[in-house]
C-alpha cells in the first residue's frame, strides 16, 4: 500500500527569536527537521512531503543536501493559515490512496517504531491519532471520547473549562487514510477562535463518516515533545544525549559523567573504553578497545585504535579525510589532529602539536609544540619541541620526508619540499632546505662566537 509522509515546518517559530528558520536549529549537530526527515526515510514513503513557509528557500537546500537520496518534495504555505491549511497544500503530491503519516518538523525525537505502528494501524482505512498523557496539557488539543471511543479533538484556546481538565493531549502526529484525507481537507472551516484550518476537525468529520478513529499513546514523553523554545532546545538536547549515554553504558562504556558527554554524530566503542567528562564526538567516531579519553576532547571523524589515549584537552577534527590514531598511542594533553593525520601504533604527540595531512610511523614522537604537515615521517622519529615543516610556500604545499629514526633538534624549520635519509640528526635551531644524506648530521644556523672583553652598555647619567 501507497505511503507518503507529510512533515509540517512552516511556522515561523516566534519563541526562538532567530533569524534562523526553526527547523534548521540543531540538535545532536543536526537539523530538528533532518531528524523527522531520516526517520520517515527509514519508513519506505513514496514521498516525503515537507511544508515549508518561513525561510523556505534556507531549508529545501539544507535537507537536498542533507539527503541527497531521499524522495523528497517541497510545498510551499503562504500565508500560513493553520495545519488544516498546511496539510491542504500538499494534497496534489499525494498518491490517491494508500496512509498518508503526517508528522511536525520540529518534534525531532519521534521513533520509528512509533510511526510505524500508527502506519499500520491505519492501513489505508482507520484515521490513527499519536496522543500522550501530560501533567499539564496546556497548550495541546484534547482528545475527546465517549466511553473509549474518540469522538473529536479540541484545541486548547477553544476547549471548554471541563475539557481543559482532559489530560490526553494530541501530539500533533496521525496517519489517515489518503482518500478520505483528500476529501475531509476539502471541508475544512476556520470558525474558531484562532480563525485557523485546524488539521484536528478531520477527527469529527471521520466519526461522523463511520470512519473509525483509533488512539495511540506515545512510548515516552522526548519522542512528542516540540522545540518552540531555546530553553525546550536545550531541554530536548539533555533528553537526547542521556539516552545515547545510557546505550553506550549498557553496552559497558564507562563515562566519568553521563550529563556531562555529548554525541553529535556516530560513536562505536570497543570493550572497556573510559571516557571522562565533558567530551564531545561528532561526524563518525570509533574508539577501539581500552582506549582511553581524557576530559574536555573533542573529537570528529576519526578512528582511535585499540589502547590509544587521548590527554585532556584534545582536539581532532577529521573533516572528510579523517583522522587514524594507531594502538596505544599517546595523544595530548592540548594536542591538535587535523585532517588526514594517520598516526601509527605507539606514536605520542604532545602538548601543543598540530598535526595536519601526514603519516606518522610506529613509535615516532613529537612531544611539543610543533607543527607537522603534509609530511611522511619514518618509525622511531623523534620531532623536537618547537620544529615545524614549512609546507607551503605562499602558493603550493609541498611534502617533507623523513625517514626512520631521524633524530630533529629543537626549533628547527624543514623547508618543504626536502628530505631527510634514515638515521640523519638535525642541528637544534636549523633551517633545513636542501635534502640530507642518510646517517649525516645536518647544521644549518649562524655558528656561535665569543667576543671576549666585552661590555654591556650603561645607562647615561640623567641630565639635571
Ligand atoms: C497543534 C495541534 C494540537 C496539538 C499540537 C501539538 C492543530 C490545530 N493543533 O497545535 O492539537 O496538541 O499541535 O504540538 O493542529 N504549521 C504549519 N503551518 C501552519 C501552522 C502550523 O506548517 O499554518 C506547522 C508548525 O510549523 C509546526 C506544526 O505545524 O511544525 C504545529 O503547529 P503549532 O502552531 O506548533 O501547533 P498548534 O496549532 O499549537
Ligand atoms: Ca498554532
Not at 537520496?69 to 500560513?80: D, G, I, M, S, T
Not at 483528500?182 to 470512519?211: C, F, H, P, S
Not at 473509525?212 to 537526547?240: F, K
Amino acid at each position: 500500500m501507497s505511503l507518503d509522509i507529510v512533515i509540517m515546518a512552516a511556522g515561523k517559530g516566534t519563541r526562538m527569536k532567530s533569524a534562523r528558520p526553526k527547523v534548521l536549529h540543531t540538535l545532536a549537530g543536526k537539523p530538528l527537521l533532518q531528524h523527522v526527515l531520516e526517520t520517515g526515510a527509514g519508513l519506505g514513503a513514496q514521498r516525503l512531503i515537507t511544508i515549508t513557509g518561513h525561510g523556505a528557500e534556507a531549508v529545501e537546500v539544507a535537507m537536498r543536501a542533507a539527503l541527497p537520496e531521499a524522495p523528497l518534495a517541497f510545498v510551499r504555505q503562504e500565508p500560513q493559515l493553520g495545519t488544516g491549511h498546511a496539510v491542504q497544500q500538499a494534497v496534489p503530491e499525494l498518491a490517491e490512496a494508500g496512509t498518508t503519516l503526517i508528522l511536525n518538523g520540529d518534534v525531532p525525537l519521534v521513533r520509528a517504531d512509533t510511526a510505524q505502528a500508527l502506519i499500520q494501524a491505519c492501513s489505508g482505512e482507520k484515521l490513527v491519532l499519536l496522543t500522550v498523557l501530560l501533567d499539564d496539557p496546556s497548550g495541546y488539543g484534547r482528545i475527546l471520547r465517549e466511553g473509549h471511543q474518540v469522538r473529536a479533538i479540541v484545541e486548547h484556546k477553544d476547549a471548554t473549562a471541563a475539557q481543559r481538565e482532559i489530560r490526553e493531549g494530541y501530539t500533533g502526529m496521525m496517519a489517515a487514510p489518503t482518500h478520505h484525507l483528500r476529501r475531509w481537507l476539502a471541508n475544512l472551516r476556520n470558525d474558531n477562535v484562532q480563525k485557523e484550518y485546524y488539521l484536528t476537525d478531520i477527527v469529527a468529520m471521520a466519526v461522523a463518516d463511520g470512519v473509525p478513529v483509533v488512539a495511540t499513546l506515545a512510548h515516552n514523553e522526548t519522542e512528542v515533545l516540540g522545540v518552540n523554545s531555546p530553553v525546550q532546545l536545550a531541554d530536548l538536547e539533555r533528553r537526547y544525549q542521556r539516552q545515547r549515554a545510557e546505550d553506550l553504558m549498557e553496552a559497558g562504556v564507562r563515562l566519568a559523567d553521563p550529563a556531562r558527554f555529548d554525541v553529535r554524530g556516530e560513536l562505536l566503542c570497543g570493550r572497556d573504553v573510559a571516557i571522562d567528562v565533558n567530551c564531545i564526538f561528532e561526524g563518525r567516531v570509533e574508539l577501539g578497545d581500552e582506549v582511553s579519553i581524557g576530559a574536555n576532547c573533542v573529537v570528529r571523524n576519526a578512528r582511535i585504535a585499540a589502547g590509544a589515549v587521548l590527554h585532556p584537552f584534545t582536539h581532532i577534527d577529521g573533516e572528510a579525510a579523517g583522522v587514524e590514531v594507531g594502538e596505544g598511542a599517546l595523544i595530548g594533553p592540548f594536542a591538535r589532529l587535523r585532517p588526514g593525520a594517520r598516526l601509527g601504533a605507539e606514536v605520542h604527540i604532545g602538548n601543543f602539536v598540530e598535526v595536519k595531512n601526514s603519516t606518522l610511523a610506529r613509535g615516532a614522537k613529537a612531544n611539543h609544540l610543533a607543527y607537522l604537515g603534509d609530511a611522511t615521517v619514518g618509525e622511531r622519529v623523534n620531532y623536537g619541541a618547537g620544529s615545524i615543516t614549512a609546507n607551503y610556500d605562499g602558493a603550493n604545499k609541498h611534502r617533507t620526508v623523513i625517514e626512520a629514526d631521524v633524530h630533529i633538534g629543537s626549533n628547527c624549520v624543514l623547508v618543504a619540499p626536502v628530505a631527510l635519509g634514515a638515521g640523519a640528526t638535525i642541528g637544534g635551531g636549523s633551517t633545513i632546505t636542501k635534502d640530507v644524506a642518510p646517517g649525516s648530521l645536518a647544521v644549518a644556523r649562524g655558528k656561535q662566537a665569543a667576543i671576549t672583553g666585552w661590555s654591556r652598555p650603561v645607562k647615561a647619567p640623567k641630565k639635571s
